[in-house]
């Protein structure tokens, strides 16, 4: 799930073009100090930041081309660290994602937001880039909508599925991936629909269905 395809990491001018806008390098020819570079033949501002002989440190603003009232992307560059602390966000500045990217890569809890209520989209967990932990998705109301385990970037583990109103209407398990063991359907309101195993994405063994709450029939596989 790569929400975002734009991972903006640093696109640098060569050296004429930065001496021309008072940027500065070292003695080895590093940057070095505050640098600041346009988007060609403008004043209108692609990137900012700080060098320290060539590392980078402390906050860069990154912005896209016809949008320079809000950053798309502040970087925090811990200073001795591989470690980037990123935010997204719109074109009226409201962020989008937020999270750290460690070796460009993303790493640990990553918070995704609505735009409508500013509220907690989604949660998730990385590992080297991959989806690694719970996946949480939320309703604009705040109330879960999903909870997921990853391992690897594939599922594994239970996975709830929720109603608006908070009432559970799917537990399921996956493997590698794919559904496998038991799983549970219910309406909104709770009344279980269907219930059952899968192996390795298939509908297996002795299934349940319910209509009104009451057992309608049921099916070997």
Sequence with gaps: MNKHSFFLFLIFCIPA???SQNNQLDAEDRRHGPWKVNFDGTTNPKFEGEFDHGKEIGVFKFYKKGYYDHPAAIMNFN???DSVQVTYYTQKGKPISKGKMLDKKREGKWTY???ESDSIMMTEQYKNDKLHGLQETFFTNGNLAERTKYLNGEKNGESL??????QVTK???YKNGKLHGS?????PKGEKTM???YTE???TGHWKYYQDGTLEKEEDY
Aim: proline share 0%; charged share 25%; with cysteine.
């Design 79 to 81: 200073d001795g660290k």
């Design 171 to 173: 537990k399921l398990n």
């Design 201 to 203: 994405g298939s509908k």
């Design 113 to 115: 937001f609505h735009q």
């Design 183 to 187: 799983a549970i359907y219910y309406t």
């Design 161 to 166: 599925i929720f109603a608006d109103n908070g």
């Design 195 to 197: 219930e059952g195993n």
């Design 17 to 19: 073009i930065c001496k």
